[in-house]
C-alpha cells in the first residue's frame, strides 16, 4: 500500500504515518519526491487499516499497489531512480534517468597482470566502472572457479589506482560480509537471481546491486527479485538484462530488447544491458549493445580481453580493447539521441 502525504506535509505527520505503519507490523519505506512524500507500507497482506491510515493528518490518499512487487513498482516511486556507485578514493557513478553506464573488464580476473592491462585498457576506452570476477559460476565443477579472496584485493587496487568503482560477482551468503569492505557493487548473476537468500543478504548491505536477469524468469519474477532486495532497505538495485532461454538456438541466449521499455514502464530502477554473455560471441555483441542502448537502457556491462584465445573464461565473446573502443564512441552518439550521457572518465577522475 502506499500514503500518499499531501505536499505541505510536516515532518512530524510523516512520523506519525511511519509509527502507525510500524504498529500495525508493516514496514515503513520513505520515498521523498520533487512536490511530495511517499510512504510504502509493506508487510503481510490484509495487516494494515487502510481507514485509519487515510484519515491521519497530512495524508492526501492511501493507494494500493496492484503489482505484487512494491517498492520496484513505479507507483511507489514516479521518478526514475538514479544509483550512485562508488565513492571513498573512488569517484561515484551515477546510472538511472538521464545517467548511462558503461562496466567492462574480464569475465574472470586470472592474474594481477592480465588485470592491470585490461583494467587500462577499458578505461582509457571509456568505461567507468571496472568488473571482474573472483567467483565464477560454472557449468562444470572442473572449469576455472575464480581466485577469491587474493583476485578482490587485485580488484580493489586497480580500481583504487585508476579512479574505477569495481562490480564483482558474488555467488553465496557466505562471501557477502568477505566482500563488502571491498567492493562498490554486488553483482548477482543470471544463475543466482532466485538465490533468496543471497538477494535478502546484499540487501542488507549498503552497496549498490546489478541484479541480472534470470535465464528464465520474466520480468515479473526480475523485478520481484529486485523487491527482495529493495525490503531489505538497500535502494539501490540496477537491473541487468542479459539474455533468457528461447527455442532460438541460433545464438547463445536471446537478449530480450522488449523487457528494457516494460521493465522502464513498471519500475523505477535502472536497467543495463549484457550483450556479452546474450551472443556469447564477440562479433555481435557491438549491435546488442546498441540495440539495448536504442531501447532506452542506462547503460552496457561487457567483456573486454586483450588475448581471448588465452582467456581463462568466456575467451570467445570478449571484445578487444580497439573494438571496445570504438563501440563506446557509437553508445555515445546514441545515448544522446535518447537523452543520455555516459560519463566522461577525466570528468569523474577530477570529481
Ligand atoms: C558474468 O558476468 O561473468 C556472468 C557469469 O554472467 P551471467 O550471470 O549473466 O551468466
Ligand atoms: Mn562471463
Known sequence: MIIVMNHAAPDSAIERVVAEIERMGNKAHLSRGQFRTVIGAVGEEGSLDQAHLSSLDGVEKVVPIMKPYKLASREFHED???????????????????????????????????????????????????????????????????????????????????????????????????????????????????????????????????????????????LLSAEYVLSQGNRDVILCERGIKTFEDSIRYSMDVSSIPVVKHWSHLPVIVDPSHAAGRRDYVPQLAAAGMAAGAHGVIVEVHYCPSEAQCDGPQALLPEVFKDLMIKLRKIAGLFDKTFAEVGELAQA
Open 80 to 222: 526514475d531512480t538514479v544509483v550512485p556507485i562508488g565513492g571513498g578514493k573512488v569517484p561515484v557513478v551515477k546510472v538511472g534517468g538521464g545517467h548511462a553506464l558503461c562496466i567492462a573488464g574480464p569475465c574472470a580476473v586470472e592474474n594481477e597482470e592480465m588485470l592491470n592491462r585490461i583494467a587500462r585498457q577499458v578505461r582509457d576506452g571509456a568505461a567507468t566502472v571496472l568488473r571482474g570476477g573472483v567467483y565464477k559460476p560454472r557449468t562444470s565443477p572442473y572449469s576455472f572457479q575464480g581466485l577469491g579472496l587474493q583476485a578482490l584485493k587485485w580488484m580493489r587496487a586497480t580500481g583504487d589506482e585508476l579512479g574505477m568503482p569495481i562490480c564483482v560477482e558474488v555467488m553465496d551468503t557466505r562471501q557477502v560480509e568477505q566482500m563488502e569492505p571491498f567492493v562498490d557493487c554486488f553483482q548477482i548473476g543470471a544463475r543466482n537471481m532466485q538465490n533468496f537468500d543471497l538477494l535478502r543478504e546484499v540487501g542488507k548491505t549498503r552497496r549498490p546491486v546489478l541484479l541480472k536477469r534470470g535465464l528464465a524468469a520474466t520480468v515479473k519474477d526480475w
